[in-house]
């Protein structure tokens, strides 16, 4: 493998690829901090070959700075070029910073890394923690656990398509990035692609735009398994509806399989023609429910596993018996308690459970809305609702955003892309990565996690009128 092209090494094309987009006035402060983020590895013939430290940045990197880069890439090089971006740990990757600088600094690397094999153009976005090994069968996935495996098992002969379908937090997004595991443990050939409506259509429009049609086609057609999230975010788009069903169509056509998710069964979704409701109930189709306590408890039991945190089982049976409804919030429960026990050097037991989470689980389930939480965070930092949902990166705006985020992702059954809505059109991988950044800072910094438990109590107290 090449790491120049000509006389010009890598490092001189990316140079001058960073020039180009420093001056490429469609590039945004925070595709800056994402880009610094990049190391440029080598170009093999019409790919560009590049790594980042997490499979958060990839996907980034991937869905919604591709074409800047591509295009200056292929200005650079004088012809058009792909990029494909590998994940590797040892690239050491500055903190994204909050106060963005105009520099964009390669992100430096430890060790040279191994040029990715081409295969890794082809990686599906999967989420390492989501595999069959990490999810809890009970009563209320049994079902929907056994047809994904028997999908990834062999993938295009048994219920095709199989559609997923149940409230937020219940694990089917797991169970799809599981079949996306284990299609490929067992047969690494095959090309598993996994992605969100809201990314789908994002490709799509940005095909239309870029007039790259048939680049599209091909990113969504020259694959075995296609497994689509949250399919509910497509009502209504007509066109991206449109070509999803054309997808749909070539792909089982050809024996290819898909996967979709929903919040609601095929007869509920609103906004989706009669003819691709009927194709969706061609397979098979099966719900999630909330989990029953045994079922609570075994996920809690095995995320302090993961996490390699000491959790006597009183505790767990408290949580679990007080958070019912949503697993994403049954872990919150978890983190949260472990976090204070950590930071304040206490051991986890029960009576440090129940005053950890007195505000969290309330006999109230009057609904919290977001804009209830965006109201009280903005009142806790004496800023506006506007000023917190708007663009100003100044840090005490960007705390309180995230902030926000997270606890619209922990309280309400709001949906990524929903979220995004409500802080002024935001992307959803800025919610994404707002939740996984407050998320981090809870289990390490005192001040975060004081500041998140005061805000989520004043939330809970105010829901209780
Ligand atoms: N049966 C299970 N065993 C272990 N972990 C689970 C299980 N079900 C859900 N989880 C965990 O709960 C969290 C939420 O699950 P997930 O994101 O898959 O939900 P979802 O149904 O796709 O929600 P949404 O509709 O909001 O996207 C994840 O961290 C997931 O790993």
């Known amino acids: ?36 983020l990049i190391k440029p590895l080598a170009i093999v013939e019409d790919n560009v070959f590049l790594a980042v430290r ?14 800047l880069i591509t295009r200056a890439l292929s200005q650079v090089l004088g012809r058009e070029v792909r990029i494909a971006v590998t994940v590797d740990s040892s690239v050491n990757s500055p903190e994204p910073s909050d106060s963005l600088d105009d520099d964009f600094e390669t992100a430096p690397v430890q060790r040279r890394p191994q040029a990715p094999p081409p295969a890794t153009y082809e990686d599906p976005h999967l989420n390492p923690r989501y595999t069959f090994d990490t999810f809890v069968i009970g009563a209320s996935n049994r ?60 490709d799509f ?13 091909r990113q969504y057609r020259e694959v075995d398994v296609l497994l689509i999230d949250d399919i509910q975010f497509l009502q209504g788009k007509e066109q991206t509806l449109e070509e999803f069903f054309h997808t749909f169509n070539a792909l089982h056509n050809a024996g290819k399989h898909v996967v979709i998710t929903s919040d609601v069964s095929p007869r509920n979704l609103d906004g989706i023609e ?146 995004g809505e409500h802080f002024g059109g935001k992307d959803h991988t800025t919610v994404m990565y707002a939740v996984k950044k407050v998320e981090d800072q809870i289990a390490q910094r005192r001040q975060m996690y004081n500041q998140v438990n005061e805000i989520h109590a004043r939330i809970k107290q105010q829901s209780r009128g």
């Open 205 to 217: 429009i940005n095909s239309i735009r870029d007039d790259q049609s048939l680049s599209f086609k």
């Open 274 to 419: 009669e003819r691709m409701r009927t194709r969706f109930e061609w397979g098979l189709m099966t719900d999630v429910q909330p989990p029953d306590l045994e079922t609570r408890i075994a996920i809690l039991r095995k995320k302090a596993a993961a996490d390699d945190v000491q959790a006597p089982s009183d505790v767990l049976e408290y949580i679990a018996s007080n958070i019912t409804s949503n697993i994403r919030e049954l872990e919150g429960a978890l983190i949260r308690v472990t976090a204070f026990a950590a930071l304040n050097k206490q051991p986890v037991d029960l009576s440090l459970a129940q005053v950890v989470l007195k505000d969290l689980i309330s006999d109230d389930d009057s609904e919290i809305t977001a804009s209830a939480i965006i109201g009280t965070t903005a009142d806790y930092f004496g800023i506006s609702m506007e000023e917190l949902t708007g663009t100003s990166r100044s840090r005490v705006y960007v705390t309180a955003r995230q902030i926000a985020m997270y606890l619209c992702r922990q309280l309400t059954d709001l949906s990524l892309p929903k979220i």
């Open 143 to 202: 079902f929907a656990h056994a047809a994904a495996l028997a999908v990834a098992e062999s993938p295009g002969k048994t219920y095709n398509p199989l559609f997923i379908y149940g409230d937020s937090g219940l694990g089917k997004t797991h169970l799809l990035h599981a079949i996306g595991h284990y299609t490929r443990h067992l047969k690494p050939q095959t090309r598993v692609r996994y992605v969100n409506s809201e990314e789908f259509t994002n």
């Open 1 to 36: 493998m090449a790491a120049e092209t000509g006389t010009e090494t890598m490092d001189d094309v990316w140079t001058r690829t960073l020039a180009v987009l420093r001056a490429d006035d469609a590039v945004t402060a925070q595709h800056r901090s994402f880009i610094r």
């Open 54 to 67: 997490e499979d958060f940045t990839k996907n980034y990197v991937e869905t919604t700075i591709r074409t």
